[in-house]
């Protein structure tokens, strides 16, 4: 396949995606939205109407729309910043064993994100659970976290660099397609004297220097969407 051939694949694609969409087909409505929110397909990318159809599906009981809805929220695109929205989805997309939402809603727990409290606990089940299904992220989450938690007692209160499980922005990166993206500071490592960040709306994990993340209070302290 040639990039024209993938191009034109992408594009029959969408139109097959459209015309599913149309009938009620959450699955093809799913598929729809991450083509608008990429821009793939020969469509434009458009967050709102990903966002849309991302409702569509989600209404309709699928745990991809749910998921796919709840990254939204999380991360502002195509709908206002709610987290305690975002929570709702990814939990709904949780209960029905979609290990992608098992792996968000592991990540606000191990984190305390609103409007959850902190508790490393509840997240090793939930990434254990994604794990089982062979989603490498949350694997990589687990033995992470695994490691964190044995070298805090097994205490529910881990003792870590305050700044760890921070919200963040990052600045100053070489790609400026990092710069301005938010996320949550994972790790500190002694030895480059970086901290990990994971990036709110993918499992993108990237390495950042101190001096080149801010913290973002003003977007994240406030109790949002109440």
């Known amino acids: 396949h040639g990039s024209g051939d993938l191009e034109s694949d992408a594009h029959a694609a969408a139109v ?14 799913v598929q729809l939205g991450s083509f608008y929110a990429s821009g793939l397909g020969g469509l434009p990318q458009d967050h709102f109407r990903a966002a849309e159809l991302f409702t569509s599906a989600a209404n309709l009981g699928s745990a991809a729309g749910q998921c796919r809805l709840g990254i939204c929220y999380e991360t502002g695109k195509g709908v206002e910043l709610d987290t305690i929205e975002a929570e709702r989805l990814f939990r709904a997309s949780a209960n029905q064993n979609y290990p992608a939402a098992q792996c968000l809603l592991g990540n606000m727990y191990e984190f305390g994100i609103d409007p959850l409290e902190r508790d490393p606990f509840e997240a090793l089940g939930l990434y254990e659970g994604a794990s089982k299904s062979g989603f490498k992220p949350a694997r990589e989450h687990l033995t992470r976290l695994r490691a964190n938690v044995a070298a805090a007692d097994t205490s529910k209160s881990l003792v870590l660099d305050p700044i760890v499980g921070s919200k963040v922005e990052v600045f100053g990166q070489e790609n400026p397609n990092l710069n301005g993206r938010r996320g949550t ?6 030895v480059s004297g970086q901290y990990k960040i ?6 993108q994990i990237i390495t950042v220097e101190p001096e080149n993340i801010k913290m973002s209070p003003s977007l994240w302290n406030m109790n949002i969407g109440k």
């Open 16 to 29: 097959h995606y459209e015309q599913a969409a149309v009938q009620g087909h959450p699955e093809a409505q």
């Open 185 to 190: 500071v994972m790790s500190f490592d002694d």
């Open 198 to 203: 994971r990036l709110l709306g993918d499992y």
